[in-house]
């Protein structure tokens, strides 16, 4: 079906399942995501933007505007796509909590764009006129539409605010140069890294010219075809390998992968092309079910950042990169959106907590890149203000390769519009969050909920209806793993499986509905063809997985590499809730096996004597921590899967 | 001690505690590596002189000559080290197997590289001044003098043999040029990848010139300092992380590691300087028993093909390249020679059956670069004639970067020199091969042993001795794993224990030992900090590490996904041993599990049924093959270590 546009969104499809509710409707004010909010207002965005200028990012665009910069250019291929997700999460964040000082710091930014562009509307601080290496010389390693999709996502923020200024019009010409250059018969080629796709789709949506559509599905479907140069690294790393629309799984770059993916998405939408959308579904069912980590992290090979095979999942080995987590919720979202399905609202509370929430350190200065499920050894630390090479680091200040930062940062500013949808008659809450949703039913009646709840610690969610007008439907996610839950309303409990908790009556305000979420911490176990994980389980609570850090614990450090964990104890009886985040604790409990000895080779002689065969196993607890939260405490080993104790 | 000096052996050192017998002394007349032998005299050679050929990196040699090649230049940065290598080849195996024709072909190719050779001594295709890079203008990452080491050894196979020739002049005049560049007072640098080091310790060992001696030296004790430049991919890799003598572990690269390690070993042995020797003694032990793959191979990282942590060691990432294994029998036979412990052997004979045999085909004209442990999907088969870029594909005729094939050729064409040493009164026989042994013990005596065996199909080595002069000690190395050998001299049997098994007496001719080793196939369970390898066994068979594959079996293709091994059936209730090396199968039994479905979300729902619980559980047989012959059938899957059917 068609809806009424949606204003501030991050993805505003015309048709589809389920349309966003914009992120001007929903004021998150306390709890978890609150507090993310409140960090990228206060600390994300001011850091990002000073390193920005730090590493002489900004400098690229004052030398392509001819200004001097009075300093050595250091802008490196893809880093005009770092300023663009910064003035992105600059747009999303003045336009729902607005800031003079934070205007003018966008204004002059954008300025700043706007003046290195060329004259025919051209724009990339590496490539170009002025002394630089030739427009276009390098399509498959460049990244320049990569960059320009960045500064159209920027700009299409800005648009959803309702603002026109110096960067949209930027970006307007740059994508009309764009369409000039490689419309019908003009170049053939495509970005080695996608982003154009979804740039160009988002502001089409946003200002209704078709060709931004149409060039859109020239870049999507031109991909496959084996165009680019035969490289080393092989045509899967750019998606160049099977055409869009006949591939089964992602592979290749992650986070390529995703992009390309959530452009391909928003035109299937848009065109009702339900073969090409039906190719994307299984590609992200197979990619979740077969090639993704507990974390939803996604990246099994350091090398080319890519996809492993299927199970082939390796927790140390684990790339994860953060980027691909936030591409992740990109696609998701648009596939909730399409298809309605309540199991793409459970991925993206999983990338939420487990990827997105991982990224920044607690006062908002550093930002991990890459997210293993095991570390050996404990993590490397960097010096304050050291932006590594080494992407094996703990998190860090900056990176010399440094998607990562700007790209949560910008998710985490526009948050408020992954939250909940309406379609029909019917508002769907999809991530439980502390605040308030006021907004409009496809048929303009204005529906309202408070929402109040200290999920994910406690998974009672009450809403209370503020606005209604005649009948309609409040429907609630409930997360695939929260088998037991119940809905109260008007004091009647009933139990609701999985999916939505759907509520249709004359609401009246004041009306409460009280979701109860079984959040208690549980074990998990892998599919056997995971080879990695045999014989080991790790911990979930509600949406957060766990993991063992060597420094936590009152009991003093325990050996990682020693911990047998029982299963038989019921983790209920060994829960070491605490109140807040930080004392959030799961406690295990287990047994320490004898230490291993090092052999001389270490594949000989018998099966390793099992604790309980020595002779006074030493019981041991351990206490986990949520995983997002590790290395807070310095630098540790960290398992997420544990070794259970032989039966 | 000191020795008398060594002729034609790859490693010659005047100190140490056992001295290599020759090549010439050792002539290997049937069985396992008789075959693979007689296939590089008659296939492998020729089947890298003419890729070379292909390639072009002959031709790099052409236009630094001056001499018009007809053809577009090809070679690579480190390509003339693949030609040097090769040389290296021809030169053993001309001093072993006369024959005119490739006599000539060396003449031919050393007149080549000595015309390419620069007036003051230079060598190099890729850097000169001939309007090529500039000399020692990216020593971190140019591979001049990695270039210039290989063709030092090659001279040093020549000059073992007796010869000097256009090839070991142009190696001396490099040498001495290099000596000169980075001698007191030059150049600080050295190269990003070691292979100087060894090449020039050998250069010394046969000439006696001290100032190559010094120069290693120099390259050696420079290492670690962090002097070369900064690169993302870290210090380790290029060795320059720690100092030689401070290091507790090989890590970073593995090539680069193992060559290094192999010269600073020689320079250790021949400066007597124990502390360097003891810190590449520990280096060695601790790799082999913490990063270290079953098979002797070593890399757990495809990026920067390095060493992963310790422990780190998922089968299905191994890199395990070629190479590697070829540098690591060069590190192991060093320091047998200097410390005569028999667990260097063992490994030797670990890298020479699992990894070397495996990397040619046995037709001879296709190699392995990369060698895992378990292949989720069918390997990649490349054409006829094709040389791939990628390193994931099954055997191929040649690669993009090809330093595989001509190291595994070098190492192939030299084994004779790998098999012997003596010390004292003693000659010991390493590794078990079917030929004569004749020799002089250190004072003069010759001795001599004929042995006859099938191993590693059948445990029985026969010797009988063939020459004799008074009392004198012959030993047989038994494998670490042998539990249970025994020797049998003049009718008497005796129980021998891993290490060596030794006879001193008056021998007289004709006096027959038979050592009896245990080569029945056996379980195998690795350390439990080798977390990928938890729930699994491997089956080895005498020094062969077994693996299944998906085509393999009378009982038709047997999904490996979902084979669990039952350790409780002795395997020699099902060994399917049979007289040929392709039908040496050995037969596992075991069940299979259920088919997993294909849950959304891989890490949710109860742990999986074993195949015990469920109604009726198929029983089912896999007959395992030889790791070094897996996919000689065709793509399959396979893996080494089988997940084992829980108790």
Redesign the interface.
């Known amino acids: 079906m068609s809806h009424r546009p949606p204003e501030l969104s991050p993805v505003a499809p015309s048709l589809g399942a389920l349309s966003p509710v914009p992120a001007g409707d929903v004021h998150v004010t306390g709890g978890f995501w609150h507090a993310r909010q409140q960090l990228t207002t206060e600390k994300l965005l001011d850091h990002c933007d000073s390193w920005i200028e730090r590493m002489g990012w900004y400098d690229a665009f004052r030398v392509a505007a001819g200004q001097p910069s009075g300093k050595e250019l250091k802008g490196k291929l893809f880093t005009d796509a770092d300023v663009y997700k910064l003035l992105e999460a600059f747009a999303w964040e003045v336009a729902q909590r607005p800031d003079p000082v934070r205007e003018a710091r966008l204004a002059e930014l954008s300025g700043l764009v706007a003046a290195a562009q060329e004259d025919d509307g051209y724009l990339n601080t590496f490539f170009g006129p002025r002394g630089r290496d030739h427009r276009y010389g390098d399509l498959a390693d460049g990244h320049e539409l990569y960059c320009a999709g960045h500064l159209l996502q920027a700009a299409v923020a800005r648009l959803r605010a309702g603002v026109q200024d110096a960067l949209t019009t930027t970006a307007v010409r740059l994508a009309d140069r764009i369409c000039e250059d490689f419309g019908a018969g003009g170049l053939s080629g495509s970005d080695g890294h996608p982003e154009i796709e979804v740039g160009l789709m988002e502001l089409y949506r946003a200002t209704g010219e078709v060709r931004y559509l149409d060039q859109a599905r020239r870049f999507v479907e031109q991909r496959g075809h084996r165009t680019f140069p035969?490289?080393?690294i092989?045509d899967e790393y750019y998606l160049d390998d099977v055409p869009v629309r006949e591939a089964t799984v992602l592979r290749g770059h992650v986070v390529r992968a995703m992009y390309l993916t959530a452009g391909a998405v928003d035109l299937a939408v848009e065109t009702g092309d339900e073969e090409l959308l039906g190719a994307l579904v299984a590609q992200w069912?197979n990619t979740?079910?077969?090639r993704?980590y507990?974390t939803g992290g996604m990246g099994?090979?350091?090398?080319g950042e890519s996809f492993?095979?299927?199970?082939?999942l390796?927790?140390?080995?684990a790339y994860c990169e953060t980027c691909g987590a936030v591409g992740a919720v990109m696609v998701a979202w648009r596939l909730l959106l399409a298809t309605g399905e309540a199991?793409y609202g459970?991925a993206i509370e999983r990338l939420l907590y487990n990827m997105i929430a991982t990224s920044p350190n607690a006062t908002g200065d550093r930002f991990f890149y890459v997210n293993p499920l095991?570390v050996?050894?404990p993590g490397i630390s960097t010096a304050e203000g050291e932006a590594p090479?080494?992407k094996d680091t703990l998190r860090a200040s900056w990176f010399?390769v440094a998607c990562c930062p700007t790209n949560v940062v910008r998710l985490l500013a526009s948050l408020s519009g992954y939250v909940a949808t309406v379609h029909e008659n019917t508002l769907t809450v999809h991530q439980h969050v502390t605040g308030e949703i006021v907004t409009e039913l496809p048929d303009g009646r204005e529906v309202g909920v408070d929402v109040v709840t200290d999920y994910p610690w406690n998974g009672v969610v009450t809403a209370r209806v503020t606005r209604s007008a005649g009948s309609w439907a409040l429907r609630l996610r409930v997360p695939?793993?929260a088998t037991g839950a119940s809905l109260e309303v008007g004091g009647a409990v009933t139990a609701v499986e999985p999916g939505y908790a759907e509520v249709a009556r004359e609401w009246s305000v004041g009306d409460v509905v009280i979701l109860r979420l079984p959040v208690e911490a549980r074990l998990?176990?892998?599919?056997?063809?995971?080879?990695?994980l045999?014989?080991?389980v790790?911990v979930q609570r509600g949406p957060l997985v766990y993991c063992a850090e060597s420094v936590v614990g009152a009991q003093g450090s325990v050996d990682l590499?020693r911990f047998r964990l029982d299963e038989r104890v019921p983790l209920d009886s060994v829960a070491a809730d605490g109140p807040s985040d930080a004392a959030a604790a799961v406690r295990v409990s287990g047994v320490l096996?004898s230490a291993?000895t090092?052999?001389?080779?270490?594949?000989?002689?018998?099966?390793?004597v099992g604790p309980e065969e020595a002779a006074s196993p030493t019981r041991a607890d351990v206490d986990l921590v949520p995983y997002y939260a590790w290395s807070h405490r310095g630098p540790s080993t960290m398992r997420v899967w544990i070794?259970v104790q032989e039966?």
């Open positions: 035969h490289h080393a092989g069912e979740w079910a077969r993704t507990l099994a090979h350091h090398l492993g095979k299927d199970f082939e390796p927790p140390d080995r199991h459970d095991l050996r050894e090479f080494r010399w695939s793993w998990l176990h892998a599919d056997a063809r995971v080879d990695a045999r014989g080991m790790a590499d096996a291993e090092d052999r001389r080779w270490p594949y000989e002689g018998s099966p390793p070794p039966p």
